[in-house]
């Protein structure tokens, strides 16, 4: 039962993008700040109400992190509660994924990504597994997260090492990802401009099928970036899974900045079209000045929330989905964070300490 010295911080499911991110930001605060949440009417603004998989995978890895009661905790349901009892430990073993009636789970990456934050302030080493999609459509990718995501928390003092153990396509797969993560303090970043670029990157991943599809989708990706007055390296790499599947992750890196574009395959697409998506994506984001794109901005904001010092940087689209995020940050803590700019377009965020 809630201490009754303990606050309660209830939150609205469907205000703003009323999403998985609304519900992921409420938990890890609520673990974070060790104040209890109840979130209600949870995505009822949206055409799939209730907990997901994902949402209760999330829920039970932090529950036995900090020790919490829950309720409500199931797939599907409209309300859940989560009542810390005991700061974040570390942890070490596995996570599973829980499942719908459909056999649909979690995307392992957003679990983890997640957790990212409670981990580090732990202040003791975690070796963790996570089973679930490892690449998807819409959805946080393994070679994004490797490579953009935790390229950006080292910058903020947060050291994570991933290991991809076993692909998964799509929702009902059962991937594997381990993932060590030290104990971190963090630090803010001004990234108020990017700076002198410093590499462009792409990795074409594939699965049970032909060498030259791997072999199309680079060659394409090379001939677009040439004709763009691009540098360009691609790694092709083909890997064993139970069933087929491709996926394309582009990303550019500078001194204060990142940003990338992703595609996922499948047998309606050509493989050149593939490219074109995640290439585009990615151009799309270079030619702006921004030093984050949407996805990446989504995943710092909470890192630098706990920073020590102040941060600055900019976002090549402000989201619902970020400005959610930032909305649900505040029901927790007074902290100052200022957003220029209008919704869905370029936007600058500052975080101040107080």
């Not at 605060?29 to 009417?41: F, K, V, Y």
């Not at 963090?186 to 990017?194: A, E, M, N, V």
Request: glycine share 10%; aromatic share 6%.
């Amino acid at each position: 039962m809630r201490n009754e010295s303990q606050s309660l911080v209830t939150i609205d499911g469907t205000h703003g993008e009323g999403g998985g991110a609304l519900i992921r930001t409420a938990l890890i605060m609520s673990a974070l700040t060790q104040q209890a949440a109840r979130i209600e009417e949870i995505r009822g603004g949206t055409r799939f109400p209730g907990l997901d998989a994902e949402d209760v995978t999330l829920i039970r890895a932090l529950a036995n992190i900090c020790n919490a009661e829950t309720e409500g905790a199931d797939v599907g349901s409209n309300a859940v509660s989560f009542l810390p009892t005991c700061r974040p430990r570390g942890f070490k073993g596995a996570i599973q994924s829980a499942r719908t009636s459909s056999k649909r789970g979690a995307n392992s990456l957003i679990v983890l990504s997640s957790l990212l934050p409670v981990l580090a302030r732990s202040g003791v080493y975690s070796t963790l597994t996570a089973e679930g999609e490892t690449y998807g459509t819409n959805a946080l990718s393994y070679d994004y997260f490797a490579n953009v995501t935790l390229a950006a928390m080292k910058q903020i003092g947060l050291y994570a090492f991933p290991e991809l153990v076993l692909p998964g396509f799509g929702r009902e797969s059962s991937g594997v990802v381990e993932i060590d993560v030290e104990p971190s303090s963090f630090t803010g970043i001004d990234w108020s401009d990017r700076g002198a670029l410093k590499g462009v990157n792409a990795v074409v991943t594939t699965s049970s099928l032909p060498s030259s599809v791997g072999e199309r989708i680079a060659s394409h990706l090379t001939h677009l970036a040439q004709n763009a007055g691009m540098k360009l390296h691609v790694d092709n790499v083909d890997l064993e899974a139970p069933a087929r599947g491709v996926f394309v992750t582009a990303w550019a890196r500078y001194e204060r900045g990142l940003g990338g574009g992703t595609a996922m395959g499948s047998t309606s697409l050509r493989a050149e079209t593939v490219a074109q998506t995640a290439f585009q994506e990615l151009f799309t984001w270079m030619a702006g000045n921004s030093t984050t794109d949407p996805f990446l901005a989504d995943q710092i904001l909470l890192p630098l929330v706990l920073a020590e010092t102040s941060s600055t940087f900019t976002v090549s689209r402000l989201t619902q989905r970020f400005l959610s995020i930032v909305w649900v940050v505040k029901q927790f803590t007074p902290i100052h964070i200022t957003v220029r700019g209008a919704e869905n377009g370029q936007g600058t965020v500052t975080i101040q300490r107080g």
